[in-house]
């Protein structure tokens, strides 16, 4: 019989690392180093966030599965560029930045690739296995374009047509990301104990960063929310059927954002515009918020942003002629 390593949760991962002796564990990354082994490469990238990164072992998991895609581009364009990883030259980190740009890939994207080829670099170091840090110095240009304008929001006509279309479960979904502006990460980890549609308010335990905040519910929402427990709540009709991938106090039966881009999907689909996701859906929330209470602060609350100008830069947008009550009479 063979005997298979346990892959749990990302702190039993790192332990094919951390268990290591200090001259194995630098001889293990200099051999996948070497070798440009994506495999190990991504698993001691993943080890040094679980072990090193801010969050430790509490890093998102998106941010997770974007930096283990971000090594594995990095490592593509080093293998048909002969970089060595562990003794880079000087021309090789701003070459990859160059290669990307020339693809046409936007700056916001290539600051991302970036971050994870240095994060790889860490863990490299961490290891001991190098002492270079080539993206240490690395300029990408900044896109001034607005990230509103770049990625505008849902409009009222699209989010009515959807709407025309949408059966219980997706009305649902969609209010609480067009309305309550939640993040999808957020409303799948939602309980049935976070929502009160009579005081109309939900409860996100876990927001992006880990931080708490409660949130207020539409009278759309609160309603969409009444109907949706009614079929869906433990002992509804449309009940789990034993098959649920989430816990019974969860709210959806399902925890992947893939699936949620499935259900959701349908709906748009059926209503002939386009899905770009979820977060044309939290920017017309804000866009929507901002428009009538002109305060980027209450705004920025409700969305779960920790700095205004997130909010201000990529989330709400004014009106252009919105100052043109205010002028009247100058």
């Known amino acids: 019989m063979t005997l298979v390593p346990y892959v749990g949760d990302a702190l039993a991962q790192s332990r094919e690392w951390t268990n290591l002796h200090d001259n194995e564990l630098r001889r293990r990354a200099v051999k996948a180093a070497g070798e440009k082994d994506a495999e190990a490469l991504v698993s001691l990238t993943q080890a040094y966030l679980t072990q090193q990164g801010q969050s430790g072992v509490l890093t998102s998991p998106r941010t997770v599965e974007a930096y283990a895609l971000g090594v594995r581009q990095f490592l593509a364009f080093a293998e048909s560029n002969a970089v060595n990883l562990l003794r880079p030259g000087r021309h090789d980190a701003p070459g990859y930045v160059a290669a990307m740009l020339a693809e046409g890939r936007k700056p916001a994207g290539v600051q991302l690739k970036v971050a994870a080829a240095s994060c790889l670099y860490r863990a490299l170091r961490w290891a001991g296995a190098t002492e270079a840090d080539p993206f240490r110095d690395v300029k990408v240009p900044k896109d001034r374009t607005p990230g509103i304008v770049k990625r505008p929001p849902y409009t009222e006509d ?13 009305k649902f979904l969609l209010f609480l990301v067009a309305h309550a502006g939640l993040r999808i990460s957020e409303a799948l980890s939602l309980e049935w104990e976070d929502v009160d549609e009579a005081a109309r308010r939900l409860q996100v335990r876990s927001g992006k960063g880990r931080k708490a905040r409660t949130v207020a519910m539409s009278t759309s929402l609160a309603r969409a929310t009444r109907h949706y427990r009614a079929l869906y709540a433990p002992g ?4 789990a059927d034993g098959r649920r991938a989430t816990p019974l106090t969860h709210v959806f039966r399902y925890a992947d954002p893939k699936t949620a881009r499935y259900h959701l999907g349908k709906a748009f689909k059926a209503a002939g515009v386009t899905f770009r996701g979820f977060h044309p859906g939290r920017k017309y929330a804000g866009t929507r918020l901002v428009q009538q209470i002109k305060d980027f602060g209450r705004v920025a609350a409700h969305l779960g942003h920790e700095s205004v100008d997130t909010t201000r830069k990529g989330y709400a947008q004014l009106a252009a002629d919105d100052l043109k009550d205010d002028l009247m009479g100058w």
């Open 236 to 239: 509804g009709p449309e009940h």
């Open 158 to 170: 699209d989010l009515a047509d959807v709407l025309e279309h949408a059966n219980t479960h997706e």
